[in-house]
């Protein structure tokens, strides 16, 4: 542990000490690899404390990933703030968000990691990311009909699965391969679902 994590750990209470290395310990070794041990031992505390606020390992799991879901919130209020009255232009700056957020998880998304590693259905913290997936999915849903989207729903599901293709893709070829172009794809995707993208296709038609 460098001298500023120790520091910050310090200052922090015992709970938020655990909450904080174990993610860290999680993104570095992988769910499995880590054992409370080694999480109580970094964060400062011992294993009889760890387990006083969470009972359990799986539950240590699940309170982490719930955490990493909290950050979402501000990111839908700052597309309203930011673009006022215009879903539209929300739903783009979406796109070039993600992408950036994408970009910048260099051991993927803890999400989409945690149920890689835990394909286990009742697992606590399984239920965690679907409960997150089903409320990220409604909420582009809903953006995508504010933003006069016809098949709203068709066109969520499309720019989430694409979203989750080019994180895979970055994790397995890299930042320069196909993963690179997400923004431009799915850019793409959104005119096709517009009534301008259909508009153009209609010509197209009547035209040939």
Not at 22 to 48: P, S
Request: charged content about 25%; some cysteine.
């Amino acid at each position: 542990m460098g001298n500023d994590e120790l520091v910050s750990c310090c200052v922090k209470r015992p709970r938020e000490r655990i909450i904080e290395m174990a993610q860290l310990l999680f993104r570095k070794h992988g769910i499995r690899g880590v054992g409370v041990d080694a999480i109580a031992e970094e964060a400062g505390t011992n294993k009889m404390t760890l387990y006083r606020h969470f009972g359990s390992k799986d539950e240590l799991i699940a309170e982490c990933l719930r955490e990493t879901a909290r950050t979402a919130d501000p990111f839908w209020q700052e597309l309203e703030q930011n673009f006022p009255g215009d879903p539209m232009a929300q739903l783009h700056e979406w796109v070039r968000a993600v992408a950036t957020y994408a970009s910048m998880e260099a051991g993927g998304c803890d999400l989409v990691t945690a149920a890689f590693e835990l394909p286990e259905p009742n697992h606590p913290a399984r239920q965690v990311v679907e409960a997150f997936k089903h409320d990220q999915r409604q909420k582009l849903i809903a953006l995508c009909r504010k933003a006069g989207i016809g098949e709203a729903e068709k066109l969520a599901d499309t720019l989430g699965l694409l979203l989750e293709g080019a994180r895979v893709n970055r994790r397995s070829v890299g930042p320069d391969g196909p993963s690179a172009r997400f923004v431009a794809l799915a850019e793409a995707v959104i005119f096709s679902f517009s009534t301008a993208g259909k508009a153009e296709r209609v010509g197209e038609t009547e035209g040939a």
